[in-house]
Nanobody, 114 residues
Framework: QVQVVESGGGLVQPGGSLRLSCVVS????????MGWYRQTPGKQRDLVAA???????NYADSVKGRFTISRDNTKNTVYLQMNSLKPEDTAVYYC????????WGQGTQVTVSS
């Protein structure tokens, strides 16, 4: 059974930075595409950033140039470095392994506020 566990969320001031981590167990991590999504109350869960098993990445337009997704296959971990955070980045961030039909974490809250 695949388990996905996120960490690293919290409260940060506008312009600040956070790094989210996601550890995956129970699967051959290096073979799977990984993604970070976010969701606010009453809205759908949207893709923020994704990275393929080969290391190619793509980003939502709203975070390009500010967020960076990376992976460490030796640690079964994917990261989301978030810089220049804005209040509109406030959301619950979810890690996904293997696409929308794959495994999801429980989410980690990111709040950007002064």
């Amino acid at each position: 059974q695949v388990q996905v566990v996120e960490s690293g969320g919290g409260l940060v001031q506008p312009g600040g930075s956070l790094r989210l981590s996601c550890v995956v167990s129970g699967s051959i991590f290096r073979f799977y595409d990984m993604g970070w999504y976010r969701q606010t109350p009453g809205k759908q869960r949207d893709l923020v950033a994704a990275i393929t098993s080969g290391g190619s990445s793509n980003y939502a337009d709203s975070v390009k140039g500010r967020f960076t997704i990376s992976r460490d296959n030796t640690k079964n971990t994917v990261y989301l470095q978030m810089n220049s955070l804005k209040p509109e980045d406030t959301a619950v961030y979810y890690c996904n392994s293997g696409g929308v039909g794959g495994a999801w974490g429980q989410g980690t809250q990111v709040t950007v506020s002064s």
